[in-house]
């Protein structure tokens, strides 16, 4: 029976050529598009999942918090103290350690000098927690020492070329020799943070900036990943109900006003190990997240890929039934029960489906490569080949054959065989109508995908050309190395005499940068300073990084060497002034705050600029000139005329390697980093694109086949209104606008389903576009003018036919 299943369905096939290339190159389409998302998914679900312990591992971060409770900043990282202190305070803690982003450093070794930015210090428990393979040196002793390193094979290799590199020594920023005591191999692609160089933890009790007691007691410095071990399936919502108290007992902070306690501006809280990489988005993480709501998008867009591929089998199915109604009512007549004849459609239905699995695996073969680069993900088709993904992939085709082939198994086994062997067949209008509701879902869709795409790269554009409050064109940023300090003025100097570099300035942090940092503020309240109950950030700069920048004042004036008093000044932005007593920035002028320790006067008020990306509303902020060497610059900012380039670089180079000639000189332009602050809102919107046009065109290819079927059937009608005198404009008119109304009706629904969801999305701005009633308009005429296109050259083939043909049988 099931060899005779086989030889009708394939007989089939043969036979209606055009219908079966369209079922099967529509699924095709479907099953790649869902293969495509399925790897991304899958890469995206599986950071971290190869540590052995995953589900034990925690990392405890820290909120920070006003008075009142409002929380102001969510860091990744904690103190230095914590760790030792939770070991000792909760027992269910199995181990602890540390890890210390080092940012951008300087090795040498012999003549060979390199910038490197994944370098981190590390716990000598640190193989513990992340149990990558050590090629070379014991992972439990290698950084149990100070001035210990390891580095991977192809670090080692970069300095060293092809000699052992054990016990090696590199020097690190002009100030540690540090001892080779490992490699081990590189992080698998899907961790949470990608080390290259590990320097021993211990270092950082002589170092000049931490030292011992300060890693004991500072609890200011929270730049610390700090990771915990607990027992399996351990309710961690009983020890965060415990860090209050624990907050309380160990951290104290000196000058505080009475009743201030450990728990009153900050928080700890737990975070698992496999939950970071997608639901972070925490300030200062070690790397770019990804996003739980970008996944749930694309398996979205995955199933309705899917369904428009399932929705066209079904139409065609459907539709091509009068043309197997005599098939089926001989069957009858022999005595075929409605159980076989069921059976037998839906295993036409898997057959075409495991035909389009075997070209979609094939076809996800060739593109992942191109997705990967679109995504920017580490995606391998071996994601797909584990038997955990492979089975459920296998039983593809019968998941999908049986959802694509059920309803018309059911409408075609319902024909009588008395009638449909007299020539008496009627598709019935319930089938008609459900044909018709299956076309809406279909152009539904697709229009939705059409204003999504759309809305985002009108938001993308927006984000692109918006006013910022500076100039972000034509300035290059380096990172600041304090071994200029001593000749910082000369070095200065030296680069303005290049006509092409315009100013120079220095700053901790640059827009588009870091975080920034946060310190306690009191403002006048009466006679004496009070705490404010808000968030102030600050950053440090020097005179001239405002003019550097075309930062603007609003009132009063910039930092000026002509005031030594400036160190000990403020210049505030218009964002602060809701949160303070004064109302106006000249009235602010003057007046004495106390911020960080330092009572000064704000001297200045600029006017607000966009200093984080605009998923962040404009922050109070703070500027302030460093009175001391604690609080060094981090990055250099030169604006340059934008002519000749190329020699202004060189200049900059040469210059650079003048004054620090064993620090590589290493450069970003400005509006790059700006850009990828929305590097995953363009990801999304090419991706948006892609799947968009391949939703439109697997529709139409359904529209295609369906119109061309059902003017088929409609030949005889059309001869006889030709006879009758009718034109061919009105013919075509007529087979184009039951089509046509489908479509207005989809664009109606469709426009609802995307003014929500879109609303939801662009709410994840502070500032946004607002959506235009044109987008919409817009998507709707487009999705016409496709289907208009798609229909109206078979239905001109048909009005253009010769009557005498369509009409000789009768």
């Known amino acids: 029976m099931i060899r005779n299943y086989l030889k009708i369905a394939l007989r089939n096939l043969s036979r209606y050529k055009g219908i079966s290339f369209i079922n099967v190159f529509g699924l095709t389409i479907g099953l790649t598009c869902c293969l495509l998302i399925l790897s991304y998914i899958l890469n995206e679900k599986s950071y971290d999942r190869f540590n052995p312990q995953a589900d034990k591992i925690y990392r405890v971060t820290r909120s920070f918090n006003t008075p009142n409770g409002v929380q102001t900043l969510q860091l990744a990282s904690i103190a230095p103290p914590f760790a030792r202190m939770l070991k000792n305070d909760f027992q269910e803690i199995e181990d602890v350690t540390q890890v210390l982003p080092n940012g951008s450093s300087t090795f040498k070794f012999g003549d060979k000098i390199f910038d490197e930015k994944e370098d981190y210090y590390a716990d000598q428990d640190f193989f513990r927690f992340f149990p990558v393979e050590v090629l070379q040196g014991n992972p439990n002793t290698a950084l149990a020492e100070p001035y210990s390193v390891m580095m991977t094979r192809a670090m080692a290799r970069k300095y060293f070329g092809d000699e052992d590199p054990m016990n090696k020594i590199i020097r690190q920023d002009r100030q540690f020799n540090l001892k080779v005591t490992g490699i081990f191999k590189p992080f698998p692609s899907n961790a949470h943070f990608h080390p290259e160089i590990l320097i021993s933890f211990n270092t950082l009790k002589d170092s000049a900036v931490y030292g011992a007691q300060q890693l004991l007691t500072n609890f200011g410095n929270n730049a610390f990943f700090t990771y915990i071990k607990l027992p399996e399936n351990y309710p961690t919502a009983r020890m965060e109900r415990q860090f209050p108290t624990f907050l309380d007992k160990n951290v104290h902070f000196p000058n505080q006003p009475p009743g201030f306690k450990g728990s009153t501006g900050s928080k700890l809280h737990l975070q698992k190990l496999t939950d970071i990489h997608l639901t972070s988005h925490m300030d200062d993480e070690f790397e770019e997240n990804g996003d739980a709501t970008r996944v749930t998008i694309f398996s979205i867009i995955a199933l309705f890929m899917l369904l428009i591929a399932c929705i066209n089998y079904m139409n065609l199915s459907t539709a091509r039934s009068v043309l197997r109604a005599k098939e089926i009512g001989v069957r009858k007549a022999v005595g075929a029960q409605r159980k076989e004849i069921i059976m037998q459609f839906l295993g036409e239905s898997i057959l075409v489906t495991c035909i389009a699995l075997v070209l979609a695996m094939a076809l996800t073969a060739l593109l992942l490569p191109y997705l990967a680069r679109l995504s920017g993900q580490a995606l391998v088709f071996g994601s797909l080949l584990r038997w955990q993904v492979f089975v459920p992939i296998l039983l593809l085709p019968f998941v999908v054959g049986l959802l694509s082939g059920i309803y018309p198994a059911l409408f075609m086994s319902a024909f009588k065989s008395s009638q449909v062997l007299k ?241 590589p000189f290493t450069y970003t332009f400005l509006d790059e980093n700006y850009e990828k602050l929305y590097r995953s809102e363009q990801k999304q919107g090419a991706i948006f694109s892609i799947f968009s046009c391949i939703a439109i065109f697997i529709a139409c290819l359904g529209l295609f086949g369906l119109s061309a079927f059902t003017i088929t059937q409609r030949v005889k009608e059309i001869g006889i209104r030709k006879i009758l005198g009718a034109s061919i404009a009105s013919v075509v008119q007529l087979l184009s606008k039951d089509f046509l109304k489908l479509v207005l009706i989809a664009s109606v629904v469709a426009f609802v389903i995307a003014w929500y969801s879109m609303n939801r999305w662009l709410t994840d701005f502070a500032y946004h576009i607002s959506i235009s009633p044109w987008v919409f308009i817009a998507a709707g005429l487009i999705a016409c003018l496709i289907a208009m296109a798609t229909i109206a050259w078979q239905a001109l083939r048909a009005a253009r036919a010769n009557p005498a043909r369509s009409l000789r049988s009768e």
């Open 423 to 663: 020539g008496i067949v009627s598709v019935g209008k319930s089938s008609v109508s459900f044909r018709k509701v299956l076309v809406v879902t279909q152009f539904t869709i697709s229009i939705v995908l059409i204003i999504a795409t759309t809305i985002v790269f009108q938001q993308l554009r927006f984000l692109n050309t918006a006013a910022l409050g500076y100039d972000r064109d034509h300035i290059v940023t380096v990172p600041y190395n304090v071994a200029l300090d001593p000749s910082y003025e000369a070095f200065r100097n030296d680069l303005l005499k290049d006509s092409g570099i315009k100013l120079v300035g220095r700053s901790s942090r640059i827009p588009t940068g870091r975080l920034l940092d946060t310190n306690p503020v009191l403002v006048p309240n009466g006679d004496s300073l009070q705490p404010a109950n808000f968030d102030l950030k600050y950053i440090t700069v020097d005179y001239d990084f405002m003019p550097t920048y075309g930062i603007t004042m609003a009132a009063g004036r910039n930092f000026s060497k002509d005031f030594p008093t400036d160190t000990n000044a403020f210049v505030l932005n218009e964002a602060t002034l809701p949160h303070l007593p004064w109302k106006t920035p000249q009235e602010a002028l003057g007046q004495m705050i106390s911020y960080g320790g330092t009572k000064g006067q704000v001297i200045g008020v600029v006017k607000d600029f966009h200093f984080e990306s605009m998923h962040q509303k404009i922050i109070p902020l703070l500027f302030r000139i460093p009175a001391s060497r604690r609080n060094f610059y981090g990055n250099l900012s030169m604006k340059v005329s934008g002519e000749h380039l190329p020699a202004t670089l060189a200049y900059m180079e040469k210059t650079w390697q003048h004054y620090l000639p064993e620090t």
